[in-house]
């Protein structure tokens, strides 16, 4: 099946008779992107499944007010990255740890995982990634794995294009340095 553009998408579900058709398309089309954005945020597939599920009622909920000032994938991002956000900061209010010892639950969680099938050194780069901050770690991902432009990730995290291109830098040295230290 050819690949179905958000124009066609929009057009559909702003049409009551054809809005689950288009929700069906906008899920094919970007579930699973978002999925894996989610997990590698938050590490656990049943948090992750959790808030891919929350992020697409709440796009089914605000589809019909998206006023096209961005592209529709760039918009879903930001939905994800800030319910991931929220589920990360409630995570750390709730256990009221700091946020770096957030990042050492969710290691462990990423070693006992059953859903984790990556080799040992997939496993090093997600505990390198882990140990990063949250805004160098949400760069890095979406720029490393997610292929978005420093235009796109700014616009979705609301952040000059400089600033985003320090950040990924900052990121790749620690990563660099973490996977070096830790052989």
Same mark, same amino acid.
């Given at each position: 099946?050819?690949?179905?553009?958000?124009?066609?998408?929009?057009?559909?579900?702003?049409?009551? =008779?054809?809005?689950? &058709?288009?929700?069906?398309?906008?899920?094919? @089309?970007?579930?699973? @992107?978002?999925?894996?954005?989610?997990? =590698?945020?938050?590490?656990?597939?049943?948090?992750?499944?959790?808030?891919?599920?929350?992020?697409?009622? @709440?796009?089914?909920?605000?589809?019909?007010?998206?006023?096209?000032?961005?592209?529709?994938? #760039?918009?879903?991002?930001?939905?994800?990255?800030?319910?991931?956000?929220?589920?990360?900061? $409630?995570?750390?209010?709730?256990?009221?740890?700091?946020?770096?010892?957030?990042?050492?639950?969710?290691?462990?969680?990423?070693? &006992?995982?059953?859903?984790?099938?990556?080799?040992?050194?997939?496993? @090093?780069?997600?505990?390198?990634?882990? #140990?990063?901050?949250?805004?160098?770690?949400?760069?890095?991902?979406?720029?490393? /794995?997610?292929?978005? $432009?420093? &235009?796109?990730?700014?616009?979705?995290?609301?952040?000059?294009?400089?600033?985003?291109?320090?950040?990924?830098? /900052?990121?790749?040295?620690?990563?660099?340095?973490?996977? #070096?230290?830790?052989?």
């Amino acid at each position: 099946m050819a690949q179905v553009e958000d124009s066609e998408i929009l057009l559909k579900f702003a049409d009551e =008779r054809t809005r689950s &058709e288009a929700f069906n398309l906008l899920l094919r @089309k970007y579930q699973q @992107k978002i999925y894996w954005h989610i997990r =590698r945020l938050v590490i656990d597939h049943d948090d992750a499944d959790d808030i891919a599920q929350d992020v697409f009622i @709440k796009v089914w909920k605000s589809l019909g007010n998206f006023r096209n000032n961005s592209q529709l994938y #760039t918009w879903l991002y930001r939905i994800a990255t800030n319910e991931c956000l929220t589920f990360l900061n $409630k995570k750390k209010h709730q256990n009221n740890i700091p946020l770096d010892e957030v990042a050492y639950d969710l290691a462990d969680s990423l070693a &006992e995982g059953s859903y984790f099938n990556g080799d040992r050194a997939q496993m @090093k780069l997600q505990q390198a990634l882990l #140990t990063l901050p949250e805004k160098q770690r949400l760069v890095f991902n979406m720029k490393y /794995f997610d292929d978005l $432009k420093y &235009e796109e990730i700014s616009e979705i995290l609301g952040t000059s294009v400089g600033g985003l291109k320090a950040s990924f830098h /900052f990121a790749v040295k620690k990563i660099e340095d973490y996977l #070096t230290s830790n052989d």
